[in-house]
């Protein structure tokens, strides 16, 4: 007799598909079997039944470049559980001329609040390769993940520390993750735009090229290279990025690439929008079809891994003059997995198994998550219900952010999580909220133990 | 409470690699999970338990251009079945002059001494459309594989027949089986040989070049595409081969590629054997290295698919003028399991989970086994206890085929089947047979029902 | 003093473009330079020199499975010279029961009254291997190029004996040219075709889809690479014949495509239109632009190497019930040179050298032709002066064929020929005929000595 | 009646190779042809006649990094003429503070002593968008080729100011040539070995990997392409550079790739010679087996354009301790031709053709050299004759530089030259100084007019 059990689902798994129930026994999943016995029952019948989603690319709350996002870790992470995530990566930017353990430590306090499990990246902002040898300490505190900029001042990291960086990342078996951007040219072309007076969203573009990803992309995975470091590709946006992450991983780098949902779904023409369009002023850029292309083609062949969000969303303002505007930021945290079964599995690009695993299993890997996203005894009992056949229309009144307008607002989405369950408890249900706040736990990660799935061969079609 | 519970084991499937109890509720899987409980209890702790091993291409007993293989459903079933293998797939070799459907009849009362679970390939060797047009009704019988011979007197069809076979194959939704040779040059480069007086084993190769090889594969695939056909190309030896199976499967064609054990292991140089090297003439023949190379690679990423034994062994005779020597026919139905464990994964040529897929899983998912090959609840309960550790020696006495010799002679091994579990019945346990010959079950297979995994990513490394 | 000087014209070659004065003695190039002196001189300013012309794949009043052209030897070659040819390269479609040298002659007396300089592919026809034995001698009669049918009753040899034939070809350092189409499959497919009603134009196409013609090519390359023997493809159609040619070559296989201009210029739509569509039922068929696209970039990446025409053209005549119709064939060899001039380099296809180069100095390496498509000392003084800026519209009564239609009715030209001469004699000079047929002389063809050019790089663009 | 005719040599080109006269009237080749009447005859019989060779990449007596090499403008062009060179473009490496314009006139004045023609590279060294802004001016004195330095402190420039400069350079259609290397990460990498007390030459290979060199390159390339500018890669040395070449290539941009005759010859461990190895610490640096593969593979296949020699040696020297060493620096200008035709033409690695296109014809595109390169009618009579039978073995006596030793000092040679004509006067002759040093000519350069060869086809075999 299990202390719960999810009964008559369709389970759906990175490589599966089945129907059976499933049983949790305190907060692990303790078996998937037939006629399972539970104190407590879910009926689960035409419903999928998926490992917990897992958004690995989160800011609640976070000061960067004078923003402050409007979610902080309980609404964010409240959106989070409504969407079907039971597990965020968020990041500590720690500040210049703070250790890294401190800095870490002070984000980590920011984030007991949280609903759900959690994670952090941690941040290497300062340029110095003292700094740079805290590294190794903080991967072997559960943090291996490692966070560097080529873009943004303040943040951006000559490459002889990215380098140095990668080293000791390396050295300790952590992950690279890097923001890739050429900052030198974009620089450039952008003072070229303001001396010609060319200003204002459309223009943004303009600077960022998709050349130049590649070249960041090409330069990043060469460093990383020579370093002998793992390495992870954020918001790849450009079809030069996924270009240049499949020619490394061709000759036989371990190089994953991320793909953010609103590079998947946006066009740059959405800057036009006078209301909208300042929300936008992403960097990477919102691109064109092509790149939207090469995104989902990347994401079915597995040349690209895995999509978050970069949710880091603000609430509307008003600028001097007195007119509202968006500042930039994207929501999606609590949409993303309806998002991608409805872009993606209903619009043909990706199968239902690629659809968990880029959501819920892959994430898992990449991040070093060892009882995440999978169901199968011995993993957390992290799991969503999702109705296939509900559908709706994105408004920000319907979602859970503190905020007062959607990226997404009005995208029809087919099928929608109606369960969420976080270590064997019902967090959210059919629109309510049970779980409470502060509940979410502190993950350690890593790469020492067996994590890795190997990769099954295509499908027989039927 | 369950019939049986494997308890403590590790389990290994194409994706999966964790400790779990699996339960088994009379012929199936029931659940896997954590303190399972069962009248009976098997104790796995330090073996792996794998899905039963699947031999896709096996010859018990069956005539072929004069030979007489020496293993019937019997002995060859219970040699299958201590190594590890809980399904084989034979064929029924249909004679010219008689419907497929008599012909397949024939072959089925042929197999019923199996032990194990069987199958049975279709072979259309009457060249005609008539014959061709019966395949719809056998794939709907539930044999939805068809074999289709391009070389051997008495099987080889002309391709306007292959391609009509196939038409009917992709109209009736089953699977194109094809032995890839091309006969024609072939015939012409030995009627050149022996009117040269280069006679004898060594010069079996030279008719039969790997570039002749990837002519047959690749006229094989044009046709299954312009027919639509699903498609499996038997025995891939050369690297020619690979190369156009790996490029059909890269422009999006539903094709598979078998590789035999042989082919993965012995070298053309084995023919030079006074006694063993008349076994070694095979069609497609030994090759080389680089040939090997491409073999391993492929089944290493995702080119190819399955690795079979072909087995059809015989018995040593003595030639009119009394001399001893092995006719040909390869066996290893129960070291393949073994041998792939050896020089793939001990090796390095193959993960842990790529082993299993390419022995266990894909056959299941390839050959349209719905119940076969995964560890999940509902699968039908074949599986196997592996000790990784065992060393030994492979010989023909300690072997159960009806043979006198074996064609891995001498071969060591890293790792042996220790238990066969067939539909939740203990048939061997520690060198003992328990299950009794005949209680194998015919199997129907198709493509209507979900059998196909998605792929996963590449493992991220530890 | 020279004979001949042509002055000042723009000399254009595969690989130069330059103002030069270009000097004839006695039937050969003497010099190229400045201020040439000359008994006789034409001016050529404004006007392109190229070395003349080449059609290495004509039919001049053949019969071919019940065809008889209309153009013989001597209206052929008129018309040749018309459109800048100052060599053909007819065939020998050697009857059943007569010896190889036997048909090269009776050919060899058909085409005495040629214009302009000729060779003669040779065919065979017979099903044979002491007929295939034939060929070296042919080879060393300075007829190096055996064609070799895989499709047409009466023409298609068994694989067997076309890898025989290639095998002679090969030990006598001679040239396999290849019709390549899958003949069984296309007969199955229209056997089906006309079983269901589906007949007409327009299910020509249907019948012949392009995968085929991948196949065969690529079957025809496999035969020749383990015959050893070079190996040139005879009209290309599909993007799946590029395909495969440009893969055998990047494998280093000595192979060679030809592209007829009513496969780069023509769509299959045509075949509708009630008059002209039967003269237009061709095999290889008319296909899609996807194909077309295939064939200009093989062209003009080097992956194909030549174009010409199969000019085989026949008068109009009139069906059983009386109705006017266009019999099966191709006319072009008068309108080659504008039409690629117009088609590729105007439509910015293909550039200046490489117009030269595929319809006037490639043919000349591909078919062994030591002294023709240069201009150079010591080569013939075939040249072509060509008026890039006229512009005319194609209709059959400005052109000089025996026929009263043209395959190119209608379409627009800028650039033309206005003098052609032929070894240094003005045969034709605008407009006006001055050479007399018969003067033609036949051309012993061969590889012994130093035909090929070696490939330059890609142009510096200015 | 011609100034001189050259008789009966064996007249090779990029793409041609025939015996014919060439008839020089003043400095121009006024003819090629047969029997041309000449006041001079140089008879050519056995002989090559080639197009002059082109050294585009010497330093003559230049400083930098505070080395000065000990050829000049008069030594070092003798040295070139009797290599058969008869061009040479050196590099004005513009002091900071000094306006391009200014420092080419400095460097003019030291190049008057030239036997032979040169052109000047412009380096700008000033990372300066000021300075930058100079370079059109610059260009459109015919000097287009503007090199970048990515290394070396004073030279090395940020990526900002070559992209700038890139900039400049495509407005006026230039060339931007590039010093390819990863600057901050060899300094970050020197700097561990230094650190980790690993000193000496035999460390210099490992703080430049060949992973840095591509990536090196495809940042470069990138920034070319972002910029829209002509690219050159100067001495690739690396597989990994070759690769990112032809990939960009492949993608339609238009870049060349410079090959020095020291990475195609030598080898690293040449660095362990106590005596010699100082003279190799050379940047990029001496490599392996496998990237020296790479360049003759990528000179082969047409993704490399270019051989030269980066010529600037000097003549040994003691240290403090009295220790006869070898200061950094390769000589070569004298060997290049004759190196390449033995380990290029003799070793199987290059065509006769392709070898006089690296050495004498391509350099001239790729630089923009209208009137050289080339035997044809207008271009200047830079003629070489060279002596494929000859053979000697390199050795520093027998040489005319200025230094006491030799790059390739006890290298075999097969074939060298014996006469080398420069603007139609013979300069060197036998083994004997015919011209006067200071005849040399500036030329200017540009891309406004016809310059480029079309790519012919690959070579029919013979």
Known sequence: MHDLVIRGGRVITATDDYVADVAVQGERIAAVGEDLRGEEIIDAEGLYVLPGAI???????????????????????????????????????????????????????????????????????????????????????GFPSIKLFMNYDGYAL?????????????????????????????????????????????????????????????????????????????????????????AARTRGQEVYGEVCAHH?????????????????????????????????????????????????????????????YTPPGTSGIEVRLALIHT??????????????????????????????????????ADLVLFDPQRELTVSAERLHSNIDHSTYEGFALRGFPVSTISRGELIVDHGELLGEAGRGRLLARGYDHATAATPAAAPVSR
Not at 268 to 288: T, Y
Not at 347 to 361: E, F, H, I
């Open 343 to 380: 872009y993606g599995v209903t619009a043909g690009r990706l199968s239902l198994n690629r659809w968990v695993d880029v959501c819920c299993s892959r994430p898992a890997q990449v991040h070093g998550l060892h009882r995440k996203g999978q169901i199968r005894p011995g993993f957390d």
């Open 158 to 246: 000559p490459d002889a520390i990215i380098f140095a960086a990668m080293q000791e990342v390396a050295a300790a078996n952590g992950l690279a993750i890097v923001h890739a951007e050429n900052r030198e040219i974009i620089d450039e072309l952008t003072r070229q735009n303001l001396a010609a007076g060319r200003t204002g969203p459309r223009w943004h573009l303009s600077a960022r090229p998709g050349a130049l990803e590649g070249e960041a992309i090409h330069r990043a995975l060469a460093l990383a290279n020579v370093a002998g470091a793992r390495c992870l590709i954020f918001h790849v946006s450009a079809a030069e990025g996924v270009r240049e992450i499949r």
């Open 55 to 141: 958004d690995g690319h989160v800011h609640m709350r976070t000061e960067r470049a004078h923003d402050v996002y409007d979610d902080d870790a309980r609404t964010g992470s409240i959106a989070a559980a409504f969407g079907g995530v039971t597990t965020i990566i968020d990041q500590a930017q720690v500040p210049l001329g703070t250790t890294l353990r401190k800095g870490l430590e002070q984000r980590l306090e920011e984030l007991r609040p949280c609903l759900i499990d959690y994670g952090v990246h941690v941040n290497l902002r300062e340029p110095s390769r003292e700094r740079a040898a805290e590294i190794p300490a903080i991967v072997n505190m």
């Open 264 to 324: 998947a779904l946006l066009d740059a023409a959405a800057l036009a929008d006078p209301l909208r369009g300042s929300a936008l002023v992403l960097s990477p850029p919102l691109r064109g079809e092509r790149d939207r292309d090469a995104l989902w083609g990347g994401l079915a062949d597995h040349s690209l891994d895995i999509v978050s969000t970069d949710h880091g969303p603000r609430r509307r303002a008003r600028d001097a003059a007195g007119t509202l």
